[in-house]
T-cell receptor, first 114, second 112 residues
């Protein structure tokens, strides 16, 4: 089915390791987002992208890197994972109007940093 | 960026009853959106209401927006066990990097 997928769904890693979370959407949506969800904080925006090769920081970008060479993919990399980055990560996309439109979410990646 | 605040944080009702949850915010918005999240899943969009709208319906859902009070409510009528989930309001204030910001959610439990 078309939609937005994330991989892996679960990941355990160690402090200091580099980890990449993948996000893929089949709708050709222009905008894509990465959020993290933690108890007591709700969802917080990490990075977003308005189009291929255009990315920008959200509320909590430190320790993360993104790229978007193709419209359909938006990987999120933790360059040197820390325990504070243990979280559930959600990717989302929206058609054209940026944040004003409905966002469609992937199923999430649960990341544990030991 | 502003964050909506949902109230209550948790709500438990009997199946068949109506559930009401509220979202308050502090500064002007372009639109307000409600999302549902079932345990272990991603968020699913429910309704988007624009600042010039006062009420919207979708099936058993009714959303109201009072911009003078800076608040919105989500009403779920005739609740079902499948409505058990967390419900989030998300605010779009317009432009810039702030974008769409989510509240911490209301956890709704429907008891059979």
């Amino acid at each position: 089915d078309a939609g937005i997928t994330q991989s892996p769904r679960y990941k355990i890693t160690e402090t200091g390791r580099q980890v990449t979370l993948m996000c893929h959407q089949t709708w050709s949506h222009s905008y894509m987002f990465w959020y993290r969800q933690d108890l007591g904080h709700g969802l917080r925006l990490i990075y977003y992208s308005a189009a291929a090769d255009i990315t920008d920081k959200g509320e909590v970008p430190d320790g993360y890197v993104v790229s978007r060479s193709k419209t359909e993919n938006f990987p999120l990399t933790l360059e040197s994972a820390t325990r504070s980055q243990t979280s559930v990560y959600f990717c989302a996309s929206t058609l054209a109007s940026g944040y004003a439109d409905t966002q469609y979410f992937g199923p999430g990646t649960r990341l544990t940093v030991l | 960026s502003q964050q909506g605040e949902e109230d209550p944080q948790a709500l438990s009702i009997q199946e068949g009853e109506n559930a009401t949850m509220n979202c308050s915010y502090k500064t002007s918005i372009n639109n307000l959106q409600w999302y549902r999240q079932n345990s272990g899943r991603g968020l699913v969009h429910l309704i988007l209401i624009r600042s010039n709208e006062r009420e919207k319906h979708s099936g058993r859902l009714r959303v109201t927006l009072d911009t003078s009070k800076k608040s919105s409510s989500l009403l779920i009528t005739a609740s079902r066990a499948a409505d058990t989930a967390s419900y989030f309001c998300a605010l779009y204030s317009g432009g810039g990097a702030d974008g769409l910001t989510f509240g911490k959610g209301t956890h709704l439990i429907i008891q059979p």
